[in-house]
């Protein structure tokens, strides 16, 4: 009886779909078990052998726990909105929701092909109105709250509405915009209901604001900073500019120290923590405002983390895009200034972040007033300010600080050295008795904390700032200027927002004719004919019918690809409830997502949006905890090993990986299918593969083209991407799933080769042949030896660790040398074979289903306990003792550890062997150490 993995896999995949083997219930006197992977976007191209790899680790702790005993939810849905459908929709004139819907089933086939444990009766897809109808309602929940400094939470506005009713704002503490007018009870008693709507604007979690964007004219939208690489768009690569458009925002910054706290209360990796501690990037200072000469009203507010420094002030510098530049630039530098603001609007914020070693901006011809001595100080703009970080405007201290100093240095502009000393940085401060600072009558002498405090203090007294803490991270802008995507759930009445009741959502995309912005620059949704709302049938009518008294224009923007992924994990808990995005009942039992796997690269964006959310919906009494992953593991990742020819330089001829160094070459990568396991080339392959090569002349190495290889990150573009339907079918999904945890540790990185796969795929076989005597399924019933049970539970012992500390590669090497013990062994025993079928079953299922059902079991093997270890069957009653003669070792003896040292010597001197060694002679001396050396001394 051969080992058909084919017919076996076909077989237990179908058995788990038709009687819903994984399904999860939401209430089960069993303990819950969470196990979340993030959801993948179905792009064209399918799944390539790296992307299971963080499914295939969590997919192994999943069935783990239900052998333990756990409820355990292991679901799966697509992250199914995304702008590579829209663009593909725009080149070929197919909607997105036809590709879409054609790459899930791709996905779904090949998930279903490596055989993982889902629960597919929660299936989400971000872009079915089913899922989105609740990302349009937290939307909703977010426009109707704010954020309650006092009690340190989101609250419902209707609560800041009965304070102003009361006694006004003055006294309000909120997360809200920067200039707010301060008014009485009585002013808002009188005010129109517009001008209450657009003081509420003000202090809304999600409000509309003109925003300092990322727009990629190639594109037609607005990208999010991790979007944009090299200051081009990650997709496409094109240009990128800075330009200021009316955005949905969302107040993330409200959270911004929560967010900081809660990374104490989970445990996710240290390097992602420490990556959304910087996003964050906490820091205590001063505000201080710097009032322009010659304009009365007009003030320049900077955040300084060393306000201790002032008097070292020498200069300012805005950045390009701050809102004073226009008014305070002298008609002299106007020219100058305007060429350097367009040139800094071509760059992203990412990449003037990054470039420390250019050096550039322009004198505005404007000239602030120190706050403290009254001189004059020349206003710069440069491109290292950032609008959107802190004011857009630094107080530059040349003789204290590196960038400043490389900037006044490289303008020729004064550094006047101030400090009475060289150090004068914040560790110096604190561990000196202090510092002189020139022109300063009241911070000599004093360590870095004291003279904060005194700084401080004097700038409040004076009025001219107060003492702050500050945060890197901005509000996070919700607008994109695309069509796939979730539609806003509003209107628009005089200009203001109006939210749709949750009775009439989901608000469904309309049909376009095209994908593109329209001609006078509008998002897609521009293009829609049927886009407004009848505030009286209340649904979407035709834009005919707008009146500005019932019917009304509808948002053109769409939500940005981080809104369905910010609540999916709950959404799974109650997945086709239509009445609420889930039941209290399903979200008290779930709580959270108790094992969460997925990639670094989310670390500062869904991975930090999603947290905003989760403490969001506990604000408002939503969820029953504030953060949603107990445990987040990143998964390392499997890179391809890419292959080269080498094109001479201006012909069309290919020449072999060792003569290279004869000829100036190109190279240029190869698809891999061309090549075999020993790197040569499939020439007519090659040939046919692109026209430009088909006439190509080929320089042979003995007879063979060899290609050069590097490892590389395994991508559509460098052809090095290795299909698991292909990986499936000639060896079975049981020996890719093994294969890959075997690769290495999952948190690291590490490269695929093909060929190391016929391995596991050995090993399969030689597990199956266990249970196999004469070609016949059978297991004899014989009691165990002492020899057979210790490789057992050694087994369970060293996979339940192992699993435990999630080092699944080392579980898949115990597995090998317990096959390998047993084969030796001769082992044929159910009392050993049955356990074992159920150990390797996390790991490969298929193959241990097939087994578990021909040893006669009738249920599912996920739905055995998991063998537990007995320690007896570790502790060694033997020992092989080395029996020596004169000091050299003759033979060995296995004695039981428990006899004793008069027992020992009665049965070695009995030994034939001794009686040889001996020869008749009495020994003179016999010398026993109990469990470690005999010595017969002649």
């Known amino acids: 009886m051969e080992y058909n993995f084919r017919e076996i896999e076909a077989k237990w995949q179908q058995y788990w ?167 009485s009870a009585e002013d808002w008693k009188n005010y129109s209901e517009e001008k209450k709507q657009e003081i509420l604007l003000q202090y809304r979690l999600t409000f509309l604001s003109e925003t300092e964007v990322n727009w990629c004219p190639a594109l037609g939208t607005v990208l999010a900073n991790d979007e944009i690489v090299n200051g081009v768009s990650e997709r496409g690569g094109h240009p990128v500019v800075r330009k200021k458009m009316m955005q949905w925002s969302m107040r993330i910054t409200a959270y911004a120290q929560r967010l900081l706290d809660g990374l104490d209360k989970i445990d996710w990796p240290q390097p992602l923590k420490d990556s959304q501690t910087y996003w964050i990037g906490r820091s205590e200072g001063a505000m201080v405002d710097f009032k322009v000469d010659g304009f009365e009203n007009d003030k320049i507010s900077v955040f300084t983390t060393r306000p201790d420094t002032i008097y070292g002030v020498s200069f300012m510098t805005l950045a390009p895009e701050h809102e004073l530049v226009s008014k305070i630039v002298t008609d002299k530098q106007r020219d100058a200034v305007e060429e350097y603001v367009k040139a800094t609007a071509k760059r992203s914020e990412l990449e003037r972040m990054a470039d420390v070693k250019t050096i550039s901006g322009v004198f505005t011809g404007a000239y602030a007033l120190h706050p403290f001595t009254g001189e004059k100080v020349q206003i710069w703009i440069g491109d290292y300010v950032l609008a959107s970080y802190g004011t857009g405007a630094v107080m530059a201290v040349p003789c204290g600080d590196e960038r400043d100093y490389a900037f006044a240095n490289h303008f020729g502009l004064e550094i006047p050295n101030i400090f009475e000393g060289v150090d004068i940085s914040e560790e110096a401060c604190s561990t000196k008795e202090g510092v002189k600072i020139a022109n300063s ?163 500062t964006g869904h991975l930090l949006y999603s947290r905003f959310w989760q403490k969001f919906m506990f604000d408002r009494g939503f969820v029953p905890n504030d953060e949603y992953a107990k445990k987040l593991i990143n998964q390392g990742m499997i890179t391809g090993t890419s292959a080269f020819v080498y094109r001479v330089e201006g012909e069309n001829k290919f020449v072999s990986k060792g003569l290279k160094g004869d000829y100036k070459v190109q190279k240029i990568h190869s698809d891999v299918s061309f090549v075999n396991t020993s790197d040569e080339l499939d020439v007519e392959a090659f040939k046919n593969w692109r026209e430009e090569f088909k006439d190509a002349e080929f320089v042979l190495e003995d007879g063979k083209y060899v290609v050069g290889r590097e490892v590389e990150k395994m991508s559509k573009s460098k052809y090095n991407v290795v299909n698991p339907d292909t990986i499936c079918e000639e060896y079975g999904a049981d020996s890719l799933r093994l294969f890959e945890m075997f690769l290495g540790p999952l948190e690291q990185s590490k490269p695929w080769k093909t060929s190391g796969i016929s391995g596991v795929y050995s090993f399969l076989k030689k597990l199956w042949k266990l249970y196999i005597v004469n070609g016949e399924f059978s297991v004899n019933e014989e009691a165990p030896t002492k020899d057979e049970l210790k490789t057992l539970h050694k087994t369970i012992k060293k996979v339940e660790e192992d699993i435990a500390n999630f080092s699944f590669n080392t579980s898949v090497s115990t597995f090998m040398i317990a096959v390998n013990e047993l084969t030796a062994l001769k082992c044929n025993k159910r009392a050993i074979l049955e356990p074992l079928a159920v150990i390797i079953e996390p790991y490969a299922p298929h193959i241990a289903e097939e087994l578990w059902s021909k040893l006669g079991n009738t249920t599912s093997v996920s739905d055995t306990d998991f063998p537990i270890f007995e320690p007896e069957h570790l502790v060694e009653s033997n020992k092989v003792y080395p029996v020596s003669f004169n000091g050299k070792m003759r033979f060995k003896m296995e004695l039981p550890l428990d006899m004793s040292k008069e027992d020992i010597e009665a049965a070695v001197m009995a030994h034939e062997k001794t009686e040889a060694q001996l020869q008749g002679r009495t020994p003179k001396k016999v010398i026993i150490v109990p469990g470690k050396i005999i010595n017969i001394v002649g």
């Open 441 to 603: 009558d009241f911070l000599d002498g004093l360590t870095y904390k004291k003279a904060m405090k005194r700084i401080i203090y004097e700038i409040e007294q004076k009025g001219i700032g107060y003492g702050k803490i500050n945060y890197r991270l901005r509000d996070a802008v919700f607008s994109r200027q695309r069509y796939w995507g979730e539609p806003f759930p509003v209107y628009y009445k005089n200009g203001l927002p109006q939210m749709i009741d949750k009775a009439h959502l989901p608000i469904v995309l309309p049909e376009v004719e095209k994908y593109l912005p329209t001609e006078d620059g509008k998002p897609p949704l521009g293009n829609a004919s049927v886009w407004a709302w009848d505030t009286v049938k209340n649904e979407v009518v035709s834009n005919n019918e707008i009146n500005g008294e019932t019917v009304f224009a509808l948002e053109l923007n769409t939500m940005p690809g981080w809104a369905g992924s910010s609540q999916y994990f709950n959404r799974y808990m109650d997945p086709t409830n239509s009445e609420d995005i889930f039941s209290q009942e399903a979200v008290n039992y779930w709580q959270d997502v108790d094992l969460y796997i997925g990639g670094s690269e989310h670390a």
């Open 17 to 183: 779909a038709d009687n819903q083997t994984f399904k999860a219930e939401n209430k089960s006197d069993k303990p819950k078990f969470f196990v979340l992977d993030m959801f993948p976007y179905p792009s064209g191209a399918g799944l390539h052998v790296g992307h299971p790899l963080g499914y295939i680790a969590s997919d192994i702790y999943a069935r783990y726990k239900r052998h333990k005993g756990f409820n355990v939810m292991h679901p799966q849905g697509y992250d199914s909105f995304g702008l590579p459908a829209e663009q593909y929709a725009i080149q070929t004139g197919q909607h997105p929701a036809v590709t879409t819907a054609a790459n899930v089933k791709t996905y779904r086939k090949q998930l279903d092909k490596i055989g993982f444990s889902f629960d597919w009766s929660r299936e989400v897809r971000t872009s079915d109105p089913n899922y989105y109808k609740w990302t349009q309602w937290i939307f909703i929940q977010l426009f109707n709250s704010w954020y309650n400094k006092t009690s340190d939470k989101a609250e419902d506005v209707s609560t800041l509405i009965s304070i102003f009713e009361a006694e006004g704002n003055a006294t309000v503490k909120a997360a809200c915009d920067d200039e707010i007018a301060i008014f």
